[in-house]
């Protein structure tokens, strides 16, 4: 039992990204609003981001930028990439969260013709609406 | 250096950005304005296919930097094949349905034609990318420009249809990302290439295997291969015809092209079919689809619709042939892309034409329509053939192929869902081709009166001749790709297969 709590303790990023991704996912499918299922579906966007930043993580290592000696002066002077977290991740979560911000932007826009034209956002009702047509 | 794969994408996004512009100052130059960027897309990539035919592949080097750190774009045969497709019919197609814009939108037409060109530019960018990571980014460019412009048809189901369509969406490309992230973790490097050649030391780790399962995962949802294809048939049917147009024919289709990308090109054919044993699960899911697929085309009374499930059915097709795990069945699928896109362009725009005239296409509503509409009912007729794959159109081709594949590699129920599907599809039109042709239109009471003459009160007549000269184009090229298959699977798939 400790081996199995010693193995979640070291890897508990993965395990919350996992949870959150699934917090998002039940929302995503068992919500009837439509709001709260977007709130889903930025939970699962955000989960995954986490998980990306998490991976550029070292123990012991400091933000990407050269430190003192290994500057521009500091020609030829070794650089530990040990000493730094990996920015690559990071940086592709910035493209990430862009994508992610703009789908909830449109998928907002469309809650809002949705609500212009049935006044309601929740499914049941919206399914009962078209059906009548 | 070669400028030309760079161009293919370019040019639509500059132009998306020069059409934003012009709808502000002028609004009536953003039609003529997006009409040029895919022509010259067009153009860049038809040179693209010559010159990877010719010559190999091209690896360029986006800005300059070389592959590990900056984005590669990789043209080799396959692509360059899709890339026509793609600039093709978006050319074609933004041609033809000017009139079905300016009829269905006139207020919001310059948003569509900027909303259009960077649907295109991320259809080319998915079709070159050399990049794991660029290639979710691209994807999600035509997702989020295929939801807005799915959200400007139908009034009434448009917008639902359109956030289904977002919530599963983002399901499909957050897993695709999640895969790439375990890529990441274990190698470091999102460059395909990179990727493919240190595959062969880590054949055993776990984590690739979730990270090839994810990714295909994603990919079949954005595909909508048969369980996870609810979205499909509503936000196709309820989207405006300029953009159902280009959508059926090209967004599955390139997501299947991904899908080829990921098995040949990125994880390899040996770790695929020697070191994992899923290919037979994933053959059946495609022998699934095509029927299913097929069963639910027949239950539909409206011909939009109806040819929405014939999408998910060509997507078992595609699936199930490059998952057979022979050379016949790669080639079936990926000659099935290019015929695939064809067709179903085709058919849209046959659709396209009787939606100009009738606004709505229930199959019912066609009575009379081969005398009304001759010249699209004959571009109809010769793309339903080629669905069906009656032997001079495209169609027959890859379908010979992925049955020869089929054979090859003993899996019988794919090739008889094929045959199946095939009888299906031929029932389906006749069912069409029958309203069409033998019943005259309600115009008339009386049982003995014929169909021409007395048009008292409303008259179908042909659609636009713009829009009839594009169907004109594709029903040719229908023919013109099947007689010259053979030189397209010598010339640009095989090359492929055995580099």
């Known amino acids: 039992m400790t081996e199995l709590f010693m193995l979640i303790a070291a890897k508990y990023n993965y395990w919350l990204y996992i949870i959150l991704m699934m917090i998002g996912l039940y929302a995503m499918i068992a919500k009837n609003n439509l709001m709260k299922k977007l709130v889903g579906m ?70 809002v013709r949705v609500y212009q034209r049935y006044h309601t956002l929740e499914e049941d009702e919206l399914r009962m609406r078209l059906s009548e047509k | 250096m070669i400028h030309y794969p760079a161009v293919v994408v370019i040019a639509s996004l500059l132009g998306a950005f020069i059409a934003g512009i012009l709808a502000w100052v002028q609004e009536r130059y953003t039609y003529p304005a997006a009409l040029i960027a895919t022509g010259i897309s067009c153009a860049a990539a038809v040179w693209d296919l010559i010159y990877v035919a010719g010559h190999g592949p091209i690896a360029y080097h986006m800005a300059g930097w070389a592959p590990p750190m900056g984005i590669e774009y990789r043209i080799d045969t396959l692509n360059a094949m899709v890339l026509v497709l793609i600039t093709a019919i978006a050319f074609l197609n933004l041609a033809a349905s000017w ?26 960018g998915v079709a070159s990318t050399g990049d794991l990571f660029n290639l979710y980014v691209l994807i999600e460019i035509t997702s989020l420009s295929s939801y807005t412009m799915i959200a400007l048809g139908d009034r009434d189901r448009g917008p639902i249809s359109a956030l289904n369509y977002v919530f599963v969406g983002v399901i499909g490309a957050s897993f695709y990302l999640l895969g790439v992230g375990y890529i990441y973790i274990k190698t470091g490097t999102l460059n395909m290439a990179e990727f493919a050649a240190m595959i062969p030391n880590i054949q055993d780790s776990t984590t690739i295997l ?41 967004m599955t289709k390139v997501m299947v092209y991904v899908m080829v990308r990921l098995m040949i090109t990125v994880f390899g054919l040996d770790y695929i079919f020697i070191k994992l044993h899923i290919a037979d699960t994933i053959v059946w899911l495609g022998t699934i689809a095509i029927l299913a697929g097929g069963v639910m085309a027949l239950a539909q009374t409206n011909l939009k619709k109806m040819l929405a499930y014939i999408i998910v059915c060509e997507i078992g097709y595609m699936v199930g ?20 896109g064809i067709m179903t362009f085709a058919l849209f725009l046959a659709v396209g034409n009787m939606v100009y005239k009738l606004d709505r296409v229930e199959i019912k509503d066609l009575k009379g329509l081969f005398a009304g509409m001759p010249w699209t009912m004959t571009g109809f007729v010769l ?35 094929l045959l199946i599907s095939s009888l299906i599809c031929a029932v389906l039109f006749f069912k069409v081709f029958e309203v069409c042709f033998f019943e005259s239109p309600d115009t008339h009471d009386g049982p003995g009166s014929d169909a021409h003459g007395h048009h008292t009160t409303v008259a179908i007549q042909e659609a636009p001749a713009i829009s009839l000269a594009v169907l004109g184009i594709a029903g040719i090229s229908l023919i013109v790709v099947g007689l010259y298959s053979k030189t397209i699977v010598v010339r640009l798939i095989w090359p492929l297969l055995n580099p």
Not at chain 1, 75 to 98: E, K, S
Not at chain 2, 383 to 402: D, E, R
Request: a neutral charge; aromatic letters at 14%.
């Open chain 2, 383 to 417: 793309a339903a053939f080629s669905i069906v794959g009656v032997p001079p159109t495209c169609g027959f081709f890859s379908k010979w192929y992925l049955i020869l594949g089929a054979f090859e590699a003993g899996a019988w129920h794919f090739a008889a869902a």
């Open chain 2, 321 to 340: 042939g490059a998952w057979l795990g022979n050379d016949s069945g790669i080639t079936g699928a990926v000659l099935h892309i290019l015929n695939d």
């Open chain 1, 42 to 111: 930025n939970i699962f966007q955000t989960a995954i981001i986490l998980f990306y930043v998490s991976i550029g993580f070292k123990h012991n290592a400091t933000i990407p930028i050269i430190m003192g000696d290994h500057g521009h002066g500091g020609h030829g002077a070794a650089i530990h990439a040990a000493d730094y977290i990996n920015p690559v991740p990071h940086v592709l979560m910035l493209t990430a969260i862009v994508v992610s911000v703009a789908t909830f932007g449109v998928a907002m826009a469309l809650c």
């Open chain 2, 99 to 124: 009139p079905n814009v300016k009829q269905e939108m006139p207020d919001r037409s310059p948003s569509f034609y900027v909303m259009y060109l960077l649907f295109v530019v991320g259809l080319t």
């Open chain 2, 210 to 250: 979730t990270a090839f399962i994810l990714c295909i995962v994603g990919v079949f949802i954005k595909m909508a291969l048969f369980p996870l294809h609810v979205w499909l048939p509503n936000a196709y049917s309820y989207a405006p015809v300029g953009f159902a147009r280009i959508v059926a024919p090209l």
